[in-house]
């Protein structure tokens, strides 16, 4: 199956830092999405990227399809942006369509 | 709206006992997705539904089975529970058209399962 990889699996910032989180996959997909999985558990949607580059407020997200990768840009982060990011990828077979997780990237920001 | 529910938020069975894990929407998507996740790891899907009526087998489809009640509600069912089956469980929905996820998928809060 289709391998979702993503990195740094770990990064720890101080309050105000700028970073770059990045998801290869293996295979051709027909879209891609971004989520951040705050500490108490709750999965919540930042971006459906097929391809292109989004913005909203301090996160944006490129993803160069062909090339095989997305990168989710954090900006000026703050605490409530510590938790787990999430890349997945929805691969479309005959069967239907479905979501492949990455491992995800833990990040803790600092005070 | 409501968005993606899930019943119940924790539950602890033993060993061979049953449950079955109850999802609703609310915002008539026609596809819906049961995942689980275990420590430190992403989700992995177990089942989803791409339109009413309609199921099939994920990456972890093995001691699990799905109902598809309705457009609305998507049930997960562990038969005979193992303790390798503990772990988060959440379930999803998303708008699909002509085969593709025309969208993102949406998320419940998840239901914490421990299987003793």
């Known amino acids: 199956g289709i391998q979702v990889e993503q990195s740094p699996p770990d990064l720890i910032l101080q309050e105000g830092a700028n970073s770059t989180l990045r998801c290869n996959f293996s295979?051709?997909?027909?879209?891609l999405q971004w989520f951040h999985q705050n500490p108490w558990g709750q999965l919540i949607n930042l971006f459906y990227i097929p391809s292109g580059t989004k913005q909203n407020g301090r996160l944006s997200a490129t993803t160069v399809a062909t090339e095989r990768y997305s990168l989710l840009y954090i900006s000026s982060s703050q605490t409530t942006d510590s938790g787990v990011y999430f890349c997945?990828?929805?691969?479309?077979?005959?069967?239907?369509?479905?979501?492949?997780f990455g491992e995800g990237t833990q990040l803790t920001v600092n005070p | 709206n409501a968005g993606v529910t899930q019943t119940p938020k924790f539950q602890v069975l033993k060993t061979g006992q049953s449950m079955t894990l109850q999802c609703a929407q609310d915002?008539?998507?026609?596809?819906m997705y049961w995942y689980r996740q275990d420590p430190g790891m992403g989700l992995r899907l177990i089942y989803y539904s791409a339109s009413e009526g309609t199921t099939d087998k994920g990456e972890v489809p093995n001691g699990y089975n799905v109902s598809r009640l309705n457009k609305r509600e998507f049930s997960l069912r562990l038969e005979s529970a193992a303790p390798s089956q503990t772990s988060v469980y959440f379930c999803?929905?998303?708008?699909?058209?002509?085969?593709?996820?025309?969208?993102?998928?949406?998320f419940g809060p998840g239901t914490r399962l421990t299987v003793l």
């Open positions: 295979d051709s997909v027909n879209n």
């Open positions: 915002m008539n998507h026609n596809s």
């Open positions: 999803a929905s998303s708008y699909r058209w002509r085969g593709l996820t025309t969208d993102t998928q949406y």
């Open positions: 997945a990828v929805d691969l479309w077979e005959t069967s239907g369509s479905r979501l492949t």
